[in-house]
């Protein structure tokens, strides 16, 4: 994941926004404020990967659900030299598994109040793991699954559980440093670690089912 923006990210952040519906990115653009610069926009997915590709921006903010692919195959393609944060109305468990298996850093709702909207986009841009505190409950509940398919064995450890919770409550990641003594980066650092598992695991099952359904 990339976590050197530009240079000039002291003062804003290089957004490439994408969205299917013209009139939802206007609003969005609007929300982000003088923080955020938006350098280009796009309506599907091929777009959005052309854009990214020329202009190299701090992060991207996509819909899931957009023409040639969605969000999905933008995180493929760009997932791994760009901060990309999905923004969608969907609540579904598996597109957010899927979203993260893919290679997005991060996931929230569009309901999400601008204010927030823009803290989670700041620190997205830095390339902190952010997604609503509700959708926390449900990658802790793929969590509970797998640690149940697995025999009981948990690929978590007992702090990372515990930081999944508190993100699950709603608390930043400054109160749950200051809950259990250490500091916002570590707890950045576990949410991270979090992901790391939970996309690797997912990438495991689809290479599992590949292979048990004869696809190549």
């Not at 025999?151 to 259990?180: M, N, W």
Request: hydrophobic share 40%; glycine share 8%; with cysteine.
């Amino acid at each position: 994941m990339s976590n050197t923006p530009s240079s000039n990210f002291a003062s804003h952040v290089r957004v490439v926004l994408a969205d299917d519906h013209p009139i939802w990115r206007s609003g969005v653009r609007a929300d982000l404020g003088e923080n955020f610069h938006v350098v280009a926009e796009a309506g599907d997915a091929k777009e959005a990967i052309a854009a990214i590709k020329k202009h190299e921006p701090d992060l991207v903010v996509c819909d899931l659900h957009m023409p040639h692919g969605g969000g999905i195959k933008v995180a493929k393609e760009c997932g791994d030299t760009t901060n990309i944060v999905m923004l969608t109305v969907s609540e579904a468990e598996r597109d957010l598994l899927d979203a993260v298996a893919a290679g997005a850093n991060g996931y929230l709702v569009k309901s999400t109040p601008p204010e927030e909207l823009r803290d989670a986009l700041w620190r997205a841009a830095k390339g902190e793991p952010v997604f609503s505190p509700a959708l926390a409950g449900l990658v802790l509940g793929e969590f509970r699954r797998m640690t149940k398919d697995a025999g009981g064995t948990t690929p978590l450890s007992d702090r990372e559980r515990e930081v999944l919770q508190y993100v699950a409550r709603g608390h930043t990641y400054k109160e749950i440093g200051e809950e259990l003594y250490i500091s916002p980066k570590t707890v950045e650092n576990h949410v991270r670690n979090i992901l790391g598992k939970l996309h690797l695991n997912r990438k495991q099952e689809l290479v599992r089912y590949a292979l048990e359904h004869g696809i190549e």
